[in-house]
């Protein structure tokens, strides 16, 4: 494969490259990252609010499983054309469809629209998170990424303490709109940022893009997605509808199995699954995925509805989730560069989000906040040893020519059991509500409910005769604790899981650096 140096940034370690010019491509890849992980969490504080503005709470999952699944379908093809050709043009364009996707999303007037646009953005996204971390494999070694590994957990963590707090200010002072629209600044700067600073390496050779395995695997997984979505409320599980999906999901899935094993330069190649580090952190990553989104999706909820929290105060009471996953991902990060060792950190990782869950799974109308803010930090500590030294571990056992498709091959699975657990969260949790609202509230009260009433909104929950608010408030701390609970044999396999990961050396040479030797 010929390469073309496109103005080839100067690296660290690299002859004639001083370390600092490392610098602007880590801050452009910052932004893009920040771009997209602060939309997966501004959103989180607003749900209420959006849901009872334009539909009902029975469609809040939604606003977020059409972001993952879009998200989870994309991912793939965005590490395959990196790996084909480039990731600056891609992560450029990924940046522009996401902020067409923000700026439509801001302008929606029901909820159909919100859903279809968000489906938008989550392909921005899926090339953002993706890129971002493929770009860093690009141009630091594996044994020097564990420092910027903390940087990019913190970047999480960041947009994770921003996000809520800034989307339960602007719901509570502004709109809900402007949870979408301040993605637009933010991703007008990066795009300048990273055309300044970020310069690639590209091959001129031609290649040959996987669209049928892109289109079956779109497919197989829009249809697992469905029917952990619809099962059991808008569909019977033994519907025609659902056992429909279940059959085209199947097909679709050996289909895809069939296509990779004759396509020239497949999307996502079989033989990754031989490298046991890819197979095992994948197995984690989808775990990890499964029982944080629906975490941090329903524990503003939880927050709003049973303790009376304003957006912006779910916000700021998420603090102990988001302090301690920074905590965690910048201490095993710099600790992974000191010396060379990451297993450890997986398994303590998984250990702590189990113990976190169970004790969410705790909690009743009568917790204390404080109480709470202690679940929550204890989960955060987990996530922060896990996410992003996965994608290290992954990087590191994989050879450079494969670098993009197993770095959105572990984001593709991560985000897979986002929409998978957002899906089969939210099911339980309207299940659960159906059947416990009747045993705290009057009939009189349950009619406005189906009508999509003050029961659905957040706000005027206050100003209800108090037996009428102690009724929702138990019946709804009744039903997010499940949430909780059916989280916790998930983390517990994971911590299984990860003792069989096995420990390799890092690579101490960067693919930039290898091109300047």
């Known amino acids: 494969m010929s ?11 690299a002859q004639n490259s001083p370390a600092p010019k490392v610098l602007p491509v880590i801050i452009a890849l910052m932004l893009g990252m920040l771009l997209a992980a602060l939309d997966q969490t501004i959103v989180a504080t607003a749900l209420p609010t959006i849901s009872a503005d334009l539909g009902g709470l029975n469609h809040l999952a939604w606003v977020v499983t059409a972001y993952l699944l879009t998200a989870t379908i994309s991912t793939p093809l965005w590490g395959n054309l990196g790996d084909l050709y480039g990731r600056k043009k891609l992560f450029q364009g990924a940046i522009i469809i996401f902020l067409i996707g923000s700026a439509l999303s801001g302008l929606s007037s029901s909820m159909a629209e919100l859903i279809g646009f968000r489906a938008i953005q989550g392909i921005g996204g899926g090339g953002l998170i993706v ?13 020097e990424r564990g420092k910027y590994q903390g940087i990019f957990g913190g970047v999480f963590g960041l947009a994770s303490v921003a996000g809520p707090l800034l989307g339960g200010f602007l719901t509570q002072n502004a709109s809900w709109r402007w949870v979408f629209y301040i993605n637009l ?5 990066a795009l300048f940022v990273i055309a300044a600073t970020l310069h690639l390496p590209r091959s001129s050779k031609k290649h040959s893009i996987d669209y049928l395995g892109t289109i079956v695997l779109g497919l197989g997984i829009a249809s ?11 569909y019977s599980w033994t519907s025609s509808t659902i056992l429909g999906l279940g059959a085209l999901s199947l097909v679709c899935i050996i289909g895809f199995i069939g296509i990779e094993k004759k396509a020239k330069e497949p999307l996502l190649p079989l033989s990754l699954f031989s490298n046991s580090s890819f197979s ?20 503003p909820t939880f927050l709003q509805i049973v303790f009376g929290a304003t957006p ?10 988001m302090g301690g996953l920074i905590l965690t991902s910048i201490i095993s990060g710099i600790l992974i560069t000191k010396h060379g060792h990451y297993k450890i950190f997986p398994i303590i990782g998984t250990a702590l989000m189990t113990g976190g869950l169970y004790l969410l799974s705790l909690m009743k109308a009568t917790t204390s906040l404080a109480t709470t803010m202690e679940y929550m930090f204890i989960l955060g500590l987990g996530l922060g040893l896990v996410i992003q030294v996965l994608v290290l571990i992954v990087q590191n056992a994989v050879p450079h020519s494969q670098l ?4 959105s091959s572990a984001s593709f699975f991560r985000s897979i059991g986002g929409a998978f657990g957002v899906s089969v969260f939210g099911a339980i949790f309207n299940n659960r509500l159906i ?15 189906h009508k999509g009433s003050v029961a659905l909104n957040p706000a005027q929950l206050d100003r209800l005769p108090a037996p009428i608010h102690n009724g929702f408030t138990q019946a709804f701390a009744h039903s997010l604790d499940i949430v909780f609970l059916v989280g916790v044999p998930v983390a517990l396999l994971a911590f299984v899981v990860t003792f069989f990961i096995k420990q390799l050396p890092l690579r101490d040479h960067s693919y930039i650096e290898s091109l300047h030797e």
Request: overall charge negative.
């Open 131 to 143: 890129g971002a971390q493929a770009i860093i494999g690009d141009v630091v070694s594996p044994r």
């Open 3 to 13: 390469i073309k140096e496109d103005q080839a940034i100067p690296i660290q370690g």
């Open 280 to 299: 095992l952190t994948s197995i984690v990553g989808f775990m990890i995925g499964f029982v944080m989104f629906g975490a941090i999706i329903y524990l």
């Open 435 to 449: 059947h416990n609202l009747p045993k705290y509230l009057p009939p009189t009260v349950l009619s406005h409910i």
């Open 312 to 321: 912006t105060n779910s916000g700021l009471e998420l603090l102990p989730l």
């Open 404 to 407: 993009g498709t197993a770095t």
């Open 224 to 234: 697992m997605i469905l029917i952990t979505t619809w099962g059991g409320t808008t």
């Open 185 to 189: 600044p933010i991703g007008i700067i």
